[in-house]
């Protein structure tokens, strides 16, 4: 199927809505916006509600020796997290069970190895405190999809290396620069982000250092500035839900209420019609259930903890 950037997504905004192109109202600019916003806050949380593994991430954090409290990633949507598990030294996944604050004085003051853990604010707080870890934390977030922005404010990859990306242009835009970060969003189906929140060091012609390793992009990938992208993250065959939403948000501008009932029903018909394709994304098998405390799945270290694996 064919890959749609936001120019697609304006041209075909403007036609379902019978939008003319020399109106002044909006700029493209104040669709796009409206677009990230309905994609944000109402798209994404309706494909995570299925719990098909849509927008899940899995971020690395390294343990500090005392430390018990971490903050959720940035690119977190809702600042909500999908599942925590400790890895060990020795390559067990240990799922850690959430727990209210409350429950605190049910574990001791400090361990090798947490066995739970509560949100506070912005962070999650393991328990017991984690003294002298030998062991990464393994968060699973939903990552956020970026703002859409116009195609001109992005570049392709035309070669890369470790540490280095060269551009498909004879400079770098005046908006990249060291001073902002950077994202890769892939070129394929779906435009997840492969890499984010890089650190340029220098730009030269069209030459981009990077402090971050390179690695697992490829030629035609989308670089741009940290949470932008010309590509909107989700199934493709959703995108007319986005155009609907979007021609909602504009029949509501102008208080035309019967367009926007129009645009809500269509909405509504479209959603059903398309929920059975992503409320199971392997429809060939069941999914399997596991018992996670199941003794066939306890390790016991020679601390005597007892853990479960993930």
Known sequence: MAIYNTTDLLTAIKKRGFIPTSQQTFTDTDILRLATE???????????????????????????????????????????????????????????????????????????LPQAF????????????VSSPTLNLEMVIFFRPNKLVAASRVRTVSSFTSSTITINTSSAPSH?????????????????????????????????TFSD??????VGDEVVIAEETSYPQMPEELQTILQEYVVMRLFQSHGDQQGVNNSLNRIAMMQ??????????????????????????QHTYASGRTVVRG
């Open 38 to 112: 309905e994609l944000q806050g109402n798209i994404m949380p309706w494909i995570v509600k299925y719990d098909q593994g849509y927008y899940a991430k899995k971020v690395a954090i390294t343990l500090v020796d005392g430390q018990h409290s971490y903050k959720i990633p940035d690119r977190a949507a809702f600042r909500k997290i999908k599942d925590l598990y400790v890895v060990t030294s020795d390559g067990d996944v240990i799922t850690l069970p959430k727990i209210h604050s409350t429950q605190t004085e049910f574990y001791g003051g400090s361990s090798p």
């Open 118 to 129: 509560y949100t506070e604010g912005d962070n999650i707080v393991l328990v017991p405190r």
């Open 176 to 208: 990249m620069t060291t001073s902002v970060k950077y994202d890769v969003i892939d070129a394929e189906s779906g435009n997840s982000t492969l890499l984010y929140d890089l650190t340029a060091t220098d730009i030269t012609t069209d030459t981009i």
């Open 213 to 218: 390793t390179i690695s697992g992009i490829k």
């Open 272 to 297: 059903e019609d398309v929920a059975n394709m992503i409320e199971d994304r392997v429809t060939g098998q069941a999914t399997k259930l596991i018992n996670r405390n199941s003794l066939t799945r």
